[in-house]
């Protein structure tokens, strides 16, 4: 136990070494002052001119979300077909077959959207050209997207008042050219030098110590790994995600893969304080997600060291802790950790099974995925974070009796109006979601479809009603985790949480990035003897108060339903 804790510990400084200075260098990178990436110029030029696209034409807020929003649809019909086709087309020497429309559906927009909701297997579900083209591809795509549009909030308070939110084209380009592929190549190669497949044979063939002939999947799968965590996207190549061996071969690749995920993220957040000269913002703001991630991640870690008291009951030493659905060569802390970090990150990717874990630590992934504002995805954390500080400044301008100020410029009726509805779009996806499908399952079990609902849950009671929220609730905020007892390839799971991953995916860009657009054209107030300071650890504080107070009145219904009931039941 104390070597898995020594781990964490090391994983945790080291993400902290590698994120201040990236910080410092993604400031400086999205300013288009002189940084070290230079020589990737003559590459994004020739990308510009090839396209048509200037990439120093301004844009305001809304032909920035035109862009956005044009191009991930263009992403999503290709990527449709192609894998309704995935049979017909090359790379596919293991004969895998093309996938339904509706789980066409899911998938495609799944990826789009950075969630990657998987309700196919890997090894069977995608061939190497779907991996590599497609899904691969918009790893990378889809994480640019997030970023981008969180460069444009930092764009929008770095001049007193402008209309300028930079360029989209422009802003994703540089990030793929000069930050996620860079890192990608690094992480690829430590992947690949310690066994994760990196090839385009076919599948192996070898004799098991029973004497069992097996079929062993492989492919070029270092390199979607390498991204499909420095994106937070979290796809996983083979079925098991991260706790497959080859996916995920031992203590240094678990690291780096951790690591990887969690350094973008931080970075971003530190980077906005430098962008627009106000480190101190960025620190406050950094302070406050880490406090809540060390808030979800401390009783995680503890509840899955002690071990499942049914177990302990029957007389059974849990020395480990609880290690049903873990890797042993990972261990319960390690894997709690990793649960943590995915779930507040949105990547999703997994090092055990989180339908095996304890109930309360079922109910801080849930909640890490509910707030979906400490740390959070690629840019969009950062985004979601924003809608909480509006509704902190504009809380904390009625306490004092003055008009509400961020950064010099005034929040008024209408920036307040897009926060709330952003605010309230979480739970209404989330719960109606999950209140839909369990009256269909109750109600209709039997109907004639070609899954009945009787056969989505594994698992009966509060367990079951969990897998159903979790499916939601990870959909809506882009995660793309899993209960697995969930039977979830199905028409009705493919396009309902379809939907959903379209809705808690663009309208929390849009809405922020309207926001800041807004705000930023307003006349600069300066800073006054009343203005309030949004960067001092008092007004922290405040922010962290309204996080915890609106999720709570949010979703503790929901919660006491599933998890809590299940931690409460298993005491009796």
Sequence with gaps: ?????????????????????????????FAGEKVWTDFMKPLEKGIFKLSGINPNAPMNWKQFLKAMMTINLFWLVYGFFVLIYQ?????????????????????????????????YSGESGATYLTQHFIFMFLHFVSAATGIASA???????????????GNFWNLLVKTITRLLLP????IALILTFNGTPSSYAGKDKFISLQGDTVNLSRGPAAQMIAIKHLGTNGGGYFGANSAHPLENPNYLTNMTEIISQFIIPVALVLAFGYYIRRKKLGWVIFGVMMAGVLMLMIPAISGELGGNPLIAKMG???????????EVRFGPAATAYWSTLTTVTST???????DSTMALTGLWQLLAMMINGFFGGCGVGLLNYFIYL??????????????PEFLGHKVEAREVKIAALITLLSPLLIMAGTALASYVFVAHQN???????SAWLNNPSFHGFSEMLYEYTSANANNGSGFEGLGDNNIWWNVSTGFVLILGRFLPIIGPVAIAGLLAQKKFVPESAGTLKVDTVTFGLMTFAVILVLNALSYFPALALGPIAEHFSMLK
């Excluded at 109907?447 to 609902?453: G, I, Q």
């Design 1 to 29: 136990m104390n070597t898995e804790l020594i781990g964490i510990i090391a994983s945790f400084v080291i993400t902290l070494l590698i994120a201040i200075p990236l910080a410092k260098y993604l400031a400086k990178m």
């Design 87 to 119: 049979d017909k087309l090359p790379l596919n020497p293991d004969g895998n077959i093309g996938q339904t429309a509706d789980l066409a559906f899911n998938t495609i927009i799944s990826f789009v959207v950075n969630c990657n909701l998987q309700h």
């Design 151 to 165: 460069v444009a909030l930092f764009k929008a308070f770095r001049d007193k008042t402008t209309t300028d939110l």
């Design 183 to 186: 890192l990608s190549v690094i």
């Design 316 to 326: 059974i030493t849990q020395h480990t802790g609880a290690m049903e659905g873990k």
């Design 348 to 354: 999703g990717s997994v090092n055990g099974m989180h």
């Design 390 to 403: 509006i509704i902190a400044v504009f809380i904390s301008g009625l306490m004092v009796g003055r008009t």
């Design 447 to 453: 109907v004639d479809w070609a899954v009945k609902p």
